[in-house]
């Protein structure tokens, strides 16, 4: 019973590391990445479809990303949604394909994305910690109604804790390996 309670936890913590690497892609380090385009919706027949659906994403080179239609009357439809997006590259078209060259990244703009990096990170442990007060609070209400005895909750409350602090070093980790991802030249 009071395993349940740690086991949701963890999976609730295993969701926010999905999340925060979900995050960490979308985060440009000077190098071509098709999840670069991941949040890009392209209007197809008067529906929004992500461009993922309606493409083929490679990486000839490692500033390059190539996006080839499966339809090819879509080609400026693409175009425009990558230009009304918030990646700040301008695609170029020859008629067929669509090219992104990803620009190198400036001292200053690695500085900046290694603090969107930490803040990003910041928001990840508040959800961890918000799921460790849930645990707290559901450990709490099965003592209140006498489900687990006064130490259970002790001993309950020191494994989420534990919990908690490895969910952390995990989101520690993951922001430093990103970090040093963005400053290396």
């Given at each position: 019973m009071t395993n349940a309670i740690i086991t949701k936890a963890n999976e609730r913590f295993e969701q926010s590391f999905?999340?925060?690497?979900?995050?960490?892609?979308?985060?440009?380090?000077?190098?071509?990445?098709a999840s670069l385009l991941d949040r890009i919706q392209v209007e197809y027949y008067g529906a929004m479809t992500p461009l993922n659906q309606m493409a083929s994403i490679t990486v000839p080179e490692a500033r390059v990303l190539l996006i080839t239609p499966f339809d090819k009357s879509i080609l400026k439809?693409?175009?425009?949604?990558?230009?009304?997006?918030d990646i700040g590259i301008t695609p170029q078209s020859d008629g067929s394909v669509v090219r992104l060259v990803i620009p190198a990244l400036t001292e200053e703009k690695r500085k900046e994305l290694a603090k969107e990096v930490k803040k990003v990170g910041e928001n990840a442990k508040i959800a961890i910690r918000n799921i460790r007060r849930d645990a707290m609070d559901e450990a709490k209400k099965q003592e209140k109604n006498k489900e687990?005895?006064?130490?259970?909750?002790?001993?309950l409350e020191k494994d989420i804790q534990k919990a908690t602090d490895d969910a952390i070093k995990h989101i520690d980790q993951m922001t430093a390996e990103k970090e040093k991802e963005l400053l290396e030249v």
């Amino acid at each position: 019973m009071t395993n349940a309670i740690i086991t949701k936890a963890n999976e609730r913590f295993e969701q926010s590391f999905q999340a925060l690497g979900r995050e960490y892609a979308t985060i440009r380090a000077g190098r071509a990445n098709a999840s670069l385009l991941d949040r890009i919706q392209v209007e197809y027949y008067g529906a929004m479809t992500p461009l993922n659906q309606m493409a083929s994403i490679t990486v000839p080179e490692a500033r390059v990303l190539l996006i080839t239609p499966f339809d090819k009357s879509i080609l400026k439809e693409i175009e425009r949604s990558i230009n009304a997006s918030d990646i700040g590259i301008t695609p170029q078209s020859d008629g067929s394909v669509v090219r992104l060259v990803i620009p190198a990244l400036t001292e200053e703009k690695r500085k900046e994305l290694a603090k969107e990096v930490k803040k990003v990170g910041e928001n990840a442990k508040i959800a961890i910690r918000n799921i460790r007060r849930d645990a707290m609070d559901e450990a709490k209400k099965q003592e209140k109604n006498k489900e687990i005895t006064e130490d259970e909750l002790k001993t309950l409350e020191k494994d989420i804790q534990k919990a908690t602090d490895d969910a952390i070093k995990h989101i520690d980790q993951m922001t430093a390996e990103k970090e040093k991802e963005l400053l290396e030249v």
